[in-house]
């Protein structure tokens, strides 16, 4: 069974704060990418990544970075919290070779609350 | 830019049929996909969309129509759980790295 694992399900941390989320998938799959999803904006996409060491923004890169040293795991950095990324954050990763419908595997999410 | 709208709420009977409508205003677009997400739980593919028409996947099925900017997932034989979100997302390109999620409908089914 395909696998993506999101390290927390749930994380609280201060403003100011320097956050870690981090994303493991054991599919071999070389594109990696977080979202973020809060009510009534549905899925946003933040960063992704086409393969190892590889990124590029997505919709709403803004306060956020990404690190994509090995294969398989991808991190989202939170440099400086803010209460405004208060939010559901998810992981996704598919083949790079996955056929016309690029169907993404997710995680089951980080909630993070920034206080 | 990308705009998907779908309904936010729905309600159906157990063992009705319902359909869950999205239209689109993109700058590019390859195909149209599908996903539920239960509470608390991950976003899962259902299907994909890339040529007009009716794709049907057991009591689930997707339809595209490119000239309308229009699709719906249609789901039978409504079971309990089926209530979740349901979200459709537009693919602008063959690689698919920018798909744009729509903001979800979230599907109540009652006895």
């Known amino acids: 069974d395909v696998k993506v694992t999101q390290s927390s399900r749930y994380l609280v941390k201060r403003t100011g704060e320097k956050v870690f989320l981090e994303c493991v998938q054991d599919?071999?799959?070389?594109?990696m990418f977080w979202y973020r999803q809060d009510p009534g904006l549905g899925l946003r996409l933040i960063y992704f990544s086409y393969d190892v060491k590889m990124k590029e923004k997505g919709d709403i890169p803004e306060g956020y970075s990404v690190s994509r040293e090995k294969k398989e795991r991808f991190s989202l950095i939170l440099e400086s919290a803010s209460t405004n990324q208060t939010s559901m954050y998810l992981c996704?990763?598919?083949?790079?070779?996955?056929?016309?419908?690029?169907?993404?595997?997710f995680g089951e999410g980080s909630r993070l609350t920034v206080l | 830019g990308q705009s998907l709208e779908q309904p936010s709420e729905v309600t159906a009977v157990e063992g009705a049929i319902v359909q869950i409508n999205c239209t689109y205003q993109t700058s590019g677009f390859y195909g149209l996909s599908w996903y539920q997400q239960h509470d608390g739980g991950a976003p899962t593919f259902l299907s994909y969309n890339g040529l007009d028409g009716l794709e049907e996947t057991g009591r689930f099925s997707s339809f595209l129509s490119r000239s309308d900017s229009y699709g719906y997932l249609l789901l039978q034989e409504l079971q309990m759980k089926d209530s979740a979100s349901y979200f459709c997302a537009v693919s602008p390109n063959f690689g698919n790295e920018k798909l744009t999620f729509g903001t979800g409908t979230r599907l109540t089914i009652i006895p």
């Open positions: 599919m071999d799959h070389e594109n």
């Open positions: 996704a990763s598919r083949w790079l070779f996955s056929g016309s419908t690029g169907e993404l595997f």
